[in-house]
């Protein structure tokens, strides 16, 4: 088992960058492939992006690619979302995700087990 915890959310202006991290606790960080969701005001929670086990494979929806950059540093048990450009419509709850997978390179983009509490990102103009 995983327990995941968010910092960094807050406020910015549009245009601009902030970068989120979700700290894990336990020893098997290595074992999870991580994830980022949101969720904005009277919408539906929706995939972010995601980072494989080794690091080696990202996945990002479409109307984050280019913009947003998932990383993870194992010795720190930390997964980040780097978000830059920052448009009005990312103002959201962001959610960090965990899954044990076998596969080391694969990203899933739902059914992850694992769930922080969320921080909020919210983009003024």
């Known amino acids: 088992q995983v327990q995941l915890v968010e910092s960094g959310g807050g406020l910015v202006q549009a245009g601009e960058s902030l970068r989120v991290s979700c700290a894990a606790s336990?020893?098997?960080?290595?074992?999870?492939?991580l994830g980022w969701f949101r969720q904005a005001p009277g919408k539906e929670r929706e995939f972010v992006g995601g980072?494989?086990?080794?690091?080696?494979?990202?996945k990002y929806a479409d109307s984050v690619k280019g913009r947003f950059t998932i990383s993870r540093d194992n010795a720190k048990n930390t997964v980040y979302l780097q978000m830059n450009s920052l448009k009005l419509e990312d103002t959201a709850v962001y959610y960090c995700?965990?899954?044990?997978?076998?596969?080391?390179?694969?990203?899933?983009?739902?059914?992850?087990?694992?769930w922080g509490q969320g921080t909020q990102v919210t983009v003024s103009s």
């Open positions: 995700t965990a899954d044990a997978l076998l596969n080391p390179d694969y990203v899933p983009s739902s059914g992850y087990k694992y």
């Open positions: 336990g020893r098997t960080f290595r074992q999870y492939a």
């Open positions: 980072i494989s086990r080794s690091g080696d494979s990202t």
